[in-house]
């Protein structure tokens, strides 16, 4: 028994094989902690995600704002055929109800100036903007000629101007529709849609005035976070947008004009010019105004590739990280002839899942950079003095200090890299798939 056992003992000692299987098995037990780790990024970045839309409602949600449509209410007489059953006989019942005829303008021309900055809560930060929106444009000749709606069932008495919006809460000015020379207040209806509405007071003498194109124009003071969005109603729209911030994702159904973006650190401008002809929908509606919000178009004031972004990057990188040094140590192991017991690589691997959570906890309170780089240099100095007690000697330590930290720029290369990250990852696995069969080229491995 005492002979079986030596015997096992002497071939997990000297056998290749044996050695291979339980680094093996050491790197698939160090992937336990590195989920762990991964766990702990995304519990992170879902906490940061909470925060901002808290900060992001108090302040003020996404914006989505139309332009000024008309709206006239008109009477609709219907007959309806009843059944008497104690007479026996059919009578006709006159029903009357009200619906609405809805008009966009002819011209659309929104100018907006956002300026953004930067909330704070704790360790979190969201970005916010205030907007101030300048809204000009004219309606047409209201006709309804070619309708089947008479001219006394028209209330024009009652002709309003809507606004719709997706955001009430981060209106910081009463909005004023100036129509010709009339002055229109607005106040909210209660909806439950999506887009809300402020409707004016009913405007004075509308038969007349609108019997010509009818100028109008307001302005409007709003907060908002994430994104600012105008629906094209206009028969020709066009919208500009300036802002401090230089990182915008333009969103919806129209990209700005590319002759007159531009976009710099010092922020962007950007303009859109949509025709009646490059949406879906046509300029009036009768009986009902459908939502029109996936015809938006506008700009995501988006923040660039965050701290816990880059962290879960640099955490799937982990395997190769773990795997490639351990793999350096069992190499060095079998060219030295020096014994590294199986808890020293456990030792090893713990100390590379650690960067990950020193990247993580560092990045929270500072830049990306200089976490990278205080836990890259904590993880290489904890690995080549733990080594350099192992190895005995300098030649070794340096040696996997230098790969290690040849690894980790590589991986930090990587992570910056956007359109180019697959092919420059590739081209680094294939290099160093190259150096350690190199390297590994003159092991005996008959002693298996």
């Not at 992937?31 to 909470?50: D, H, T, W």
């Not at 007959?79 to 609405?100: G, M």
């Not at 887009?195 to 124009?217: D, G, H, M, V, W």
């Amino acid at each position: 028994m005492e002979q079986t056992k030596g015997k096992f003992s002497n071939w997990m000692r000297n056998s290749i094989t044996a050695r291979m299987l339980v680094v093996g098995f050491l790197l698939l037990i160090l992937l336990i902690p590195l989920e762990f780790v991964k766990s702990l990024i995304n519990e992170r970045a879902y906490r940061q995600e909470e925060v901002v839309r808290e900060i992001n409602e108090k302040w003020g949600n996404e914006v989505l704002l139309s332009g000024p449509i008309l709206k006239i209410p008109y009477k609709v007489i219907s007959e309806e055929i009843i059944f008497n059953e104690k007479t026996d006989s059919y009578y006709t019942k006159t029903k009357e109800t009200v619906e609405n005829a809805y008009f966009f303008p002819d011209k659309l021309n929104i100018t907006s100036q956002v300026d953004t900055k930067p909330l704070n809560r704790s360790i979190y930060e969201s970005v916010v903007y205030s907007a101030a929106i300048d809204i000009k444009g004219s309606f047409p000749k209201i006709d309804f000629m070619n309708t089947d709606i008479p001219e006394e069932n028209i209330l024009w008495e009652k002709a309003t101007i809507l606004l719709k919006t997706s955001n009430l809460k981060g209106i910081k000015t009463t909005p004023i529709v100036n129509l010709a020379s009339e002055a229109l207040s607005m106040t909210p209806q209660y909806s439950k849609e999506y887009l809300n509405t402020i409707q004016s007071n009913y405007i004075t003498n509308a038969k007349e005035i609108f019997t010509e194109s009818l100028p109008f124009s307001f302005n409007l003071k709003i907060n908002g976070s994430e994104s600012l969005k105008f629906l094209p109603i206009g028969k020709e729209t066009d919208a500009t947008m300036k802002s401090n911030w230089h990182s915008p994702s333009f969103d919806g159904n129209f990209l700005p004009e590319d002759t007159n973006k531009e976009i710099s650190k010092d922020g962007f401008t950007a303009t859109w010019r949509i025709l009646q002809i490059n949406r879906q929908f046509e300029q009036s509606f009768f009986g009902h105004l459908p939502d029109l919000s996936a015809s938006a178009f506008g700009t995501k004031l988006i923040i660039p590739v965050d701290e816990y972004q880059k962290s879960e990057r640099t955490a799937k990188y982990g395997f190769m990280v773990i795997g490639l040094t351990l793999l350096v140590f069992l190499l060095i192991q079998l060219v030295s002839k020096i014994y590294i017991h199986p808890f020293q690589y456990v030792m090893i691997g713990l100390a590379l899942v650690m960067f990950y959570t020193l990247l993580i906890s560092i990045s929270e309170h500072s830049n990306f950079l200089k976490a990278y780089a205080i836990a890259a240099f904590s993880v290489l100095a904890l690995i080549t003095v733990y080594s350099r007690a192992i190895l005995k000697g300098f030649k070794y330590p340096l040696l996997i200090c230098g790969s290690l930290a040849s690894l980790y720029g590589f991986i930090y290369v990587i992570i910056q890299l956007e359109n180019y990250a697959l092919l420059v990852g590739s081209i680094g696995l294939f290099l160093i798939l190259a150096i350690i069969m190199f390297a590994s080229r003159r092991i005996d491995w008959k002693n298996e």
